[in-house]
């Protein structure tokens, strides 16, 4: 009979490998974007007021509604990326988790919140009954990492009051032709190396989701709350072609 720490190893293990496979999706969807060549207008993120681009949430919103949620690549996920073609696999743009901070609770809006029910039926067997999911930040890239960042950082600070896995992931849309996803993680790492505010284990190092995707990369931070560690797997997708001016 295993005891509640090898269970916990095990079903850590098994959640793991789940997750890499809603990630290898997520960038069979990028990688679909690419050769429909697909494209965004700038203009088409612009605010009510017309004042400022929403760009980031309506990237994450067009990723879903687009791409991630559309029935033929869900059913390509079930057969062709998933070991279990009984899974369901569900995306939702901004959704709250609440968290509390100085005993007030406040709400935390994920970008993108992935369910995955062959995760969510690894974690009932340890007695978790809450829904399950899998949070996603994402930033624009374009001046800058340090609201890059700040993503991580929010994610080592925050306590939680519904059940948040040891991994984490994010999604980085470079904008600037300047940048690389090897200058943007290079960037991110310098940032992390000068931030006192986060406990870094292992800075950005690549990490293989998808054979053919080279731009994928994993960090281990520490919980402030409680010092127990956590991964990341972020994600770093060229959207320079993508975003018309």
């Known amino acids: ?8 190893s095990h079903s850590e293990q098994l959640t793991q490998k789940r997750v890499e496979l809603v990630l ?7 990688q679909k974007m690419i050769l429909e060549g697909k494209t965004y207008k700038r203009t088409e993120f612009l605010n009510v007021n017309k004042t400022r681009y929403n760009l980031e949430e309506g990237l994450s919103e067009k990723l879903v509604e687009d791409y991630l949620g559309i029935w033929n690549n869900l059913q390509y996920y079930k057969h062709n990326i998933s070991d279990k073609p009984d899974v369901h696999l569900y995306f939702n743009y901004e959704p ?14 994920i970008d993108i919140k992935v369910q995955e029910t062959g995760i969510s039926e690894i974690w009932s067997k340890s007695g978790k009954q809450q829904q399950i999911h899998l949070a996603i930040e994402c930033k624009v890239v374009e001046n800058g990492y340090s609201e890059y960042v700040s993503d991580i950082k929010k994610m080592c600070e925050r306590f939680f009051n519904t059940p948040r896995l040891n991994f984490e992931g994010q999604i980085a849309y470079i904008t600037n032709p300047s940048y690389t996803h090897s200058i943007v993680k290079t960037g991110i790492n310098n940032n992390l190396f000068s931030n006192t505010n986060i406990i870094t284990i292992q800075d950005l190092k690549p990490k293989v989701i998808s054979n053919d995707f080279d731009a994928s990369y994993l960090s281990v931070h520490n919980r402030n709350h409680n010092g127990k560690s956590f991964s990341i797997y972020h994600l770093m997708f060229n959207y320079q072609e993508i975003i018309l001016n």
């Open 1 to 8: 009979m295993l005891n509640a720490s090898n269970f916990k």
């Open 24 to 30: 290898q999706y997520i960038i069979y969807c990028y």
């Open 96 to 109: 709250k988790q609440t968290y509390t901070d100085n005993n007030t609770i406040k709400d935390d809006f």
